[in-house]
T-cell receptor, first 109, second 115 residues
Framework: QKEVEQNSGPLSVPEGAIASLNCTYSDRGSQSFFWYRQYSGKSPELIMSIYSNGDKEDGRFTAQLNKASQYVSLLIRDSQPSDSATYLCAVRSQGNLIFGKGTKLSVKP | GAGVSQSPSNKVTEKGKDVELRCDPISGHTALYWYRQSLGQGLEFLIYFQGNSAPDKSGLPSDRFSAERTGGSVSTLTIQRTQQEDSAVYLC?????????????FGPGTRLTVL
């Protein structure tokens, strides 16, 4: 059974701080990794994808991948209250996307 | 361009009735996926289409659930004889194809409530 694990949170950070969200996965052969943001009552929205080891930056978001450790993370710099949401890690495994249960992030003004 | 659309946005039905949920993927996307998300739970994969065929039906929870896709575009998820445990948000996603790096984009979902 392929698994993606995330800390459910809630993770609470003050406005302006860096939020760090982590994810581990079990399928060592996975090559594609995604972060989705899901606001309460809304559907998941793709915010980052990463395929190679290292860091990938997009605005305030940085995704980090370490395939040897089977670890993916998402950093959100200068966190804003509007970043408050559940963040889903997704890993492509044998064609399917396997989703973690998500980490709930709360950014306090 | 237009994203994935789903209808209806909300559906309330009585136990035992049949329901049909519709998904219209992003134009040109050959792969289409159905997921279910129960309150406070993660995403549960239901079925995947490549074109009009469904090579992976492994996630359908029972034979009351079926899905079809016509013209390589619109898909319908049908739930027969609905039960209260079927209450959830049903999400559809599409991608250019199933392989490689292709990213999945989600529709707004259909919230199904079975009374």
């Amino acid at each position: 059974q392929k698994e993606v694990e995330q800390n459910s949170g809630p993770l609470s950070v003050p406005e302006g701080a860096i939020a760090s969200l982590n994810c581990t996965y079990s399928d060592r052969g996975s090559q594609s990794f995604f972060w989705y943001r899901q606001y309460s009552g809304k559907s998941p929205e793709l915010i980052m994808s990463i395929y190679s080891n290292g860091d990938k930056e997009d605005g305030r978001f940085t995704a980090q991948l370490n395939k040897a450790s089977q670890y993916v993370s998402l950093l959100i710099r200068d966190s804003q209250p509007s970043d408050s949401a559940t963040y889903l890690c997704a890993v492509r495994s044998q064609g399917n996307l396997i989703f973690g249960k998500g980490t709930k992030l709360s950014v306090k003004p | 361009g237009a994203g994935v659309s789903q209808s209806p946005s909300n559906k309330v039905t009585e136990k035992g009735k049949d329901v049909e949920l519709r998904c219209d993927p992003i134009s040109g996307h050959t792969a289409l996926y159905w997921y279910r998300q129960s309150l406070g739970q993660g995403l549960e994969f239901l079925i995947y289409f490549q074109g009009n065929s469904a090579p992976d039906k492994s996630g359908l929870p029972s034979d009351r659930f079926s899905a079809e896709r016509t013209g390589g575009s619109v898909s319908t998820l049908t739930i027969q004889r609905t039960q209260q445990e079927d209450s959830a948000v049903y999400l559809c996603a599409s991608s250019l194809s199933r392989t490689g790096r292709n990213e999945q984009f989600f529709g707004p979902g259909t919230r199904l409530t079975v009374l």
